[in-house]
């Protein structure tokens, strides 16, 4: 009797931490279906997005919108930092451009390669005249977990290297730069098609990193890991009672 206590004490604990384990995976396997569905909608909306010229955009146009029309880029370049294309760090060029005295917009004109050590920005000519722009609107573009604040912008210093979009701090350099105190940062960015001659490589843009079925898959493998742990809790179960 002594022993018994203690043998059923730890069946129990086995059968609570397998269950556990399985609620844990079958947690993640519905999450994962969370996400193909978000994908999924983002896709759809991607899909269904208007058209714009690019002088009729403004703070409350829908993401993914299709944007075409003319526009003169200005010098006053960012170059975002950490973007890797083609197994090759290097920068995204963002150029501002003026949608009326009170607005500007970023186009994304694609990736240039970045010198290792950083001591040479890459050279993003600005061209002089009027370019054609065709591409869709996105958020602005993000670099994994923020770190801190971005430090403030010099409005003399251009090109100037960043590596988190901050709207806020953007737009303050933008308004000290271009002497518009009033001046509004649309909060996206035009991701400039691979046609169109004003920009870099890389431009083989999409709203998502990989699509639903990916999630799937990864929900599947969540659902098959837990129903694992179950079978083989029963499975060592029923060994041992055989051995009793």
């Known amino acids: 009797m002594p022993g018994l206590l203690p043998r059923k004490s730890a069946r129990l604990i086995w059968l609570l931490l397998t269950l556990l384990t399985a609620a844990v995976f079958v947690r993640l396997g519905f999450w994962q279906l969370d996400r193909a569905d978000q994908k999924q909608q983002i896709l759809q909306n991607y899909a269904a997005a208007p058209k714009l010229q690019v002088a009729d955009i403004n703070a409350d146009t829908d993401l993914y919108t299709r944007v075409s029309g003319e526009a003169v880029l200005l010098r006053q370049q960012l170059l975002l930092d950490n973007r890797i294309y083609q197994g090759k760090a290097g920068v995204h060029v963002l ?4 949608l009326g005295p009170d607005q ?11 010198d290792p050590a950083r001591r040479h920005l ?6 002089a005249a009027a370019v054609k722009l065709s591409g869709r609107l996105a958020p602005l573009p993000q670099v994994g977990k923020r770190l801190g604040n971005q430090p403030e912008l010099d409005p003399a210093l251009w090109p100037q290297l960043i590596t988190y979009a901050d709207q806020n701090v953007i737009q303050q350099a933008y308004r000290r730069a271009l002497n518009l105190p009033e001046l509004q940062l649309l909060p996206y960015v035009l991701q400039l098609d691979a046609s169109m001659q004003a920009g870099f490589a890389g431009r083989n843009w999409s709203p998502v990193n990989f699509g639903p079925k990916k999630h799937l898959a990864y929900a599947w493998q969540w659902f098959t890991l837990a129903l694992a742990v179950l079978v083989t809790w029963l499975v060592v179960t029923r060994k041992q009672n055989k051995q009793k």
């Not at 150029?95 to 003026?98: D, G, I, N, Q, T």
């Not at 500007?104 to 970045?114: H, K, V």
Request: glycine share 4%; charged share 5%; no cysteine.
């Open 95 to 98: 150029s501002p451009v003026l």
């Open 104 to 114: 500007l917009l970023l186009i994304n004109r694609g990736w240039l390669p970045l």
């Open 122 to 127: 890459p050279n993003a000519p600005v061209p």
